[in-house]
């Protein structure tokens, strides 16, 4: 299991101004809490800027935390490779949502798989082009077709799944993929998707998909976890049936309201309205949702809700009044 504990991200960026420049800093991560067993699928969704690329990265070992802590077993991140004997990069991939960003554009489809291949001793030297053939066959390519291209020769569909293969040569135990499909043709969407359940049911993988919509998070977590993001936290998390169904926090009834698919609702609840436009810096008290919740007092603006479980066994909300604001959705709506 990976457990994240408090863990926040500050960028200071230059901003120049009339006057000169001065520093801005940003809190894309904000004391986030997490557990992610070993074979649970987990979709993270939230609007666009909300931290989940940044807690993507982080979970892979590519940026360094500003605070907080993450442990595989019980094992802090610096310490899984003494006491582990792997790298990080071998716990947890990450499949990022720009493949050219993920392949060197000058090296054909083979010596990419090569190099980690070997480099991990992931497998003999003589059997090295029979596993490159597997890993492609696995995501749904036709090796010869493929093997002896360069990236740009490929389509946006086949590259995203070379991605995903090569994520797959150094066995690691745990995926994330960073909106993975949303630079690829809808009609193909799908198809990579189900290769990513397929491959992480059969080898037990913890799949964490990061996505800003909540069909696509429905789909890959449907038996799993959904966990809603506003401004560097998990606002809501639970099984995602339980999320779709009975939304607590504002934000996630506010999100959902807006997926066209979901109209069909047993309740018309009135407390379902639109978020008030305007996100505010938030300050170290109150909520973080406090300049847009239509429902936000004197108690939501002083102090901050912790996410605690309001629905056993394992619903979490962070809003003072979550229990008193539950909706309820037809779920045989949901598409
Ligand atoms: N390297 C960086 N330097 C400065 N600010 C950054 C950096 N990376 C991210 N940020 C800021 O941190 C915040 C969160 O960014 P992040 O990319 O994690 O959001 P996101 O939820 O993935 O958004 P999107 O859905 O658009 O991909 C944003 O305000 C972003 O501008
Ligand atoms: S704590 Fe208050 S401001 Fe925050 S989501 Fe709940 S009702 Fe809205
Ligand atoms: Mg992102």
Known sequence: ?????????????????????????????????LTWEKDEF???????????STLG?????????SQGSIELDNVPMSQVLSQRGRPWSRVVQLIPQDPYAAINPVRKIRSLFRDPLLYHHRVAKSQVDLRIEELLAMVGLDPKNVLDKYPHQLSGGQRQRVVVAR??????????????????DVSLRIGIMDHLKKISTERQLGLLFITHDFRVARYIAQNGTIAVMYLGRVVEQGPSEEILGHPMHPYTQALLSAVPILEGREERVNDVVPLRYEVSAHGERGCAFASRCPFADQTCRETSPPLTIVQAPDHSVACHYAESRSVVIDRSQIS
Not at 42 to 52: D, F, L, R, W, Y
Not at 167 to 184: F, I, K, N, R
């Open 42 to 52: 987990i979709a993270v969704v939230g609007e666009s800027g909300c931290g989940k």
């Open 1 to 33: 299991m990976i457990a994240v504990k408090q863990l926040s991200k500050t960028f200071t960026a230059k901003k120049k101004g009339g006057s000169g420049s001065s520093a801005q800093t940003v809190r894309a991560v904000d004391a986030l809490d």
């Open 167 to 184: 994520a797959m040569t150094v066995d690691p135990g745990y995926l994330v993929a960073d909106e993975a499909v949303s630079m690829v």
């Open 57 to 65: 990265r982080i979970l892979a070992g590519l940026i360094p935390p």
